[in-house]
């Protein structure tokens, strides 16, 4: 079962200790110091094409009026973007503003004392990057909340438990596994129906006459942070910056959700092609899933049957009576809400990491990136204008943009046979294809990449984004697609792909061949260290249910594997 002590203690570890609030500090006073001699030495002001966001605008303000052209309409998705310098927050702004920068000399002569007595040199490497950084209001990643106990033991079975689906074949880890690093290495999911349910990855193989997911399985990594505003890929969830929540159930949602985090855990278990099931599966007595007869915008009452469901497994009933410090007679008060909160709670603690390089170096450590990251940070920052939109503490704006995306598999709309992306819930015409910008911590670990997965290498996705038309053009799914199922799942429509090319929110870019393997130094810098080993320790042995736990016979023949090579 899940070990409490030890992910309490890595937890415990990156909240606690002065250690930790000095690098903080440091990385501010850092930024206040570099941004003056910055000025000091330099008449060039910050680059009005490079854009501050902001990481809490509310979903409702995500469209903003028509333009002409293109790159027109990619300016004004950033309509109240300004070219000054925002502060972090409040509380961050009044600490800059008490500190009294010392007198300075050159750039590649800048030093500044830190706390303890440390002098530390920065290079002009060093200078232009924490500029830039500022530029684009990025800072440290806020830290995990604490959780119960119970409530973290009762959230860690619920995410590894197939019991949640229809069929009992697919659990939350399925697609979400800690050994593919919170997905699941496939372009698109294999749902429920499955020809084997207890395998993950590449090992899923799908049911006769059952589709694929339509979406690429997201990473979960930090998605339990403060700065989320959506989630999902079109953003179809979201809290208002008042506290409101949106959803696809409206005013069908209960209350009692802790954050978006848990109003996301309502509604894969809703969804046919992912949990749920198809509706012929409620008459298949092998199934016995008597969730799939319910109409598809029944929420309430697939949620009441699913938890209907494991309070008839005893110990589910003693892991929510812990887990909320009730007694049997009051478990038929609970509601779906509570199991989602403690989901919510569990993939916040499992999946929260703020220790990659990066990071440290957000922290004042300038050790921690080395010169060619440094240099591919600036490129990012600054000529390639990844920055415009993986912005802020989170690496994203959480905005929508029509990258052209090549069109692999069943897409979101089933009539249509397409994905047209967030215009299915604005019905904006400017929203065609346009797709959520994703956050980028140990985007190495994540592929395959962008919305439907279409494209399995991460240098292939960087170059993509420097000229999305030509890259669409000549897109091919032999050498991009590693699902074999998925190959003849590609669509090279006209009238689609024209659509993309008109509306395409990317310019071309041209950068040098060092810059952009100075870039891929730099994303690999934003890979926390062992992170494999350490999310495998969340893996529990059994669930309540009593189901086979995703992927542990696999996990398990890995280490069997290991040991014999050794």
């Known amino acids: 079962m899940y070990n409490t002590k030890k992910l309490q203690f890595a937890h415990s570890t990156r909240r606690a200790g002065s250690s930790r609030l000095i690098a903080n500090c440091r990385f501010y006073i850092l930024i206040t110091l570099v941004t003056f001699a910055c000025q000091q030495t330099t008449n060039s002001p910050v680059r009005s094409d490079r854009p501050a966001h902001s990481t809490t605008a509310s979903p409702r303000e995500h469209r903003v009026t028509s333009a002409s052209s ?67 209001n990025v800072a440290p990643i806020d830290r995990s909340p604490t959780f119960p106990d119970a409530q973290l033991r009762l959230g860690q079975a619920l995410f590894f438990d197939p019991l949640l689906s229809g069929n009992r074949d697919v659990a939350c880890a399925t697609c979400h596994h800690p050994t593919l690093a919170g997905g699941d290495s496939l372009s698109l999911s294999v749902g429920t129906g499955t020809m084997t349910p207890s395998r993950i990855g590449p090992a899923r193989i799908s049911g006769r006459g059952r589709r694929f997911a339509p979406r690429n399985s997201p990473d979960l990594f930090n998605r339990g942070s403060r700065y989320w505003s959506s989630q999902f890929w079109d953003s179809r969830v979201a809290i208002t910056p008042d506290g409101y929540a949106i959803s696809p159930a409206k005013a069908q949602l209960p209350p009692g959700i802790m954050n978006l985090l848990a109003l996301q855990a309502m509604f894969p278990v809703t969804s046919r092609d992912e949990m749920r099931g198809a509706i012929q599966d409620a008459y298949n007595p092998l199934h016995n899933n008597e969730l799939a007869a319910l109409g598809d915008k029944d929420w309430p009452a697939i949620w009441h049957l699913l938890m209907k469901r494991l309070l008839q497994v005893p110990g589910y009933q003693k892991l929510f009576m ?78 929508h943009y029509n990258l052209a995306v090549p069109h692999v598999g069943p897409g979101k709309d089933s009539k249509l046979g397409l994905d047209v992306g967030r215009y299915a819930e604005t019905k904006d015409c400017r929203d065609l294809y346009a797709f959520r910008t994703p956050p980028l911590r140990n985007v190495t670990e994540t592929g395959p990449w962008m ?80 992170l494999h080993e350490r999310l495998r320790a969340t893996i529990p042995t059994s669930v309540p249910s009593g189901l086979p736990v995703p992927g542990l016979a696999d996990v398990r023949r890995q280490q069997q594997e290991a040991s014999t090579a050794k």
Not at 338 to 348: G, H, L, M, S, V
Request: overall charge positive; proline content about 5%.
């Open 70 to 136: 293109s790159h027109a309409r990619r300016d004004q998705r950033r309509s109240s973007a300004k070219s000054t310098v925002l502060p972090v927050n409040n509380a961050t702004s009044r600490f800059i503003a008490r500190v009294h920068p010392p007198n300075l000399k050159s750039p590649n002569d800048f030093a500044v004392q830190q706390a303890g007595g440390v002098i530390s040199q920065y290079s002009h490497e060093d200078i232009l990057l924490i500029r830039l950084l500022r530029a684009h």
């Open 322 to 399: 812990d887990a909320y410090n009730i007694t049997l007679q009051d478990l038929h008060r609970l509601s779906f809400v509570q199991a989602a909160n403690c989901i919510a709670a569990f993939e916040t603690v499992a999946f929260s990491f703020d220790d990659s390089p990066f990071d440290e170096y957000m922290r004042g450590n300038l050790e921690a990136l080395s010169n060619p990251q440094k240099r591919g940070g600036i490129v990012f920052y600054g000529k390639a204008g990844c920055g415009r939109c993986h912005s802020g503490p989170l690496l994203t704006d959480q905005q």
């Open 451 to 530: 919305h439907n997965g279409s494209i399995s290498d991460l240098r292939g996705v960087v170059r993509h984004h420097l000229n999305p038309v030509r890259s669409l053009l000549t897109y091919n799914p032999e050498s991009h697609l590693t699902q074999p199922a998925l190959k003849h799942a590609y669509s090279a429509k006209g009238g689609v792909i024209q659509q993309m090319i008109q509306g395409v929110d990317l310019s071309p870019i041209a950068i040098t061949r060092q810059e952009f393997d100075d870039l891929m130094q730099f994303l690999a810098s934003l890979t926390a260290p062992n």
